[in-house]
């Protein structure tokens, strides 16, 4: 079979978890384009903006050579940044919400700068191409194509291999059958060289370890032992990865084909806000660096 990234059908993490929680919300986020502009739909609420912001910092030190990349506090790295989510555009309803959001971002950087643990080591940046995103064909047969982009993978020099690290910016923890770190295994394996030879959640609002635990084998130890927010987590077994995320794919691919997406609740608060938008209750506030439309809605 031709391979033609036109015609496949593209899906990743946020994607897939959309449809796994309301084929419906995955729909409207993924599929609908506003008639009137040709643009796909989102709405901003200020954790999404906090953990855009957080992450687009933290992302642009990967390029950075080691020894440049906390030579300027992240912190004032995060002004320029934060501008783009300020007000409406980020979802925030008056100054006094904004502003707690800010310094919870302020608070995130604070964290990673007091302790940069695998920061300050070496680090691999995958080659995105045209697209600026990592991508593969999951299945050719299938034509269906995985894609998305990886926090940090930080090289390991005593195997010449990649630890897969994920930020997180929300109050909870990821779920055990989260299929994040399964397809971030499946994407770092594919597009790029090395092999995966382990994987961590960085839960940025937890503060730092102690400095007897700042190296990173200790602080890769979960909070509640008191070592920081740097979580290791046991490495997915790479065909069963494959197997899971190909199978929820496939299904993805059907109800595109048959353009069935049922919400299975009648409506839930997965997919509400986005047929809050389609019934024009939304204001629109901006546009994405994807090309979507950006809304916020009324409490």
């Known amino acids: 079979m031709v391979r033609d990234k036109y015609s496949a059908v593209w899906v990743s993490h946020s994607s897939i978890s959309d449809f796994l929680k309301c084929p ?4 409207l986020r993924n599929v609908y384009k506003d008639p009137a502009t ?12 906090l953990g855009t912001a957080v992450h687009e910092v933290i992302e642009s030190l990967a390029v950075l050579p080691v020894e440049e990349r906390l030579k300027i506090s ?14 409406k ?19 995130m950087l ?7 643990g695998p920061i300050l080591e070496k680090a691999v940046k995958i080659k995105t191409g045209t697209l600026n995103l990592p991508n593969y064909f999951l299945s050719i047969e299938e ?20 630890h897969i690290i994920d930020f997180k910016t929300g109050k909870y923890e990821e779920r055990e059958d989260s299929l994040q770190l399964p397809i971030y295994l499946l994407l770092a394996t594919n597009t790029q060289t090395k092999k995966v030879s382990g994987t961590s959640y960085w839960y940025l609002d937890r503060d730092p370890p102690s400095h007897e635990a700042s190296n990173f084998a200790k602080a890769t ?3 509640s032992e008191g070592q920081g927010g740097l979580v290791e987590k046991k490495l997915p077994e790479i065909k069963e990865s494959y197997k899971k995320v190909l199978e929820i794919a496939k299904k993805i691919k059907l109800a595109r084909l ?8 009648g409506g839930c608060h997965n997919c509400r806000p986005l047929e809050r938008v389609l019934r024009g209750e939304g204001e629109l506030v901006g546009g994405s660096e994807t090309k979507q439309d950006v809304y916020i809605l009324p409490q």
């Not at 419906?24 to 729909?27: E, L, T, V």
């Not at 040709?38 to 903006?49: R, Y």
């Not at 992240?74 to 007000?87: N, T």
């Not at 604070?110 to 940069?116: G, K, V």
């Open 110 to 116: 604070m964290n990673l700068q007091e302790d940069p």
């Open 24 to 27: 419906r919300a995955y729909f």
């Open 221 to 223: 130890l979960d909070k």
């Open 38 to 49: 040709g643009h796909k739909i989102t709405v901003v609420t200020p954790p999404l903006s």
């Open 74 to 87: 992240l912190v004032k790295k995060l002004d320029p940044v934060w501008l783009k989510f300020s007000g």
């Open 143 to 162: 034509n269906i194509i995985l894609c998305g982009k990886i926090d940090w993978l930080k090289y390991v020099d005593a195997d010449d291999s990649v």
């Open 258 to 265: 048959k353009n069935e997406f049922v919400c299975p609740t």
């Open 89 to 107: 555009k980020g979802g925030f309803r008056n100054y006094t919400e904004e502003i707690g959001y800010r310094d919870r971002a302020i608070k």
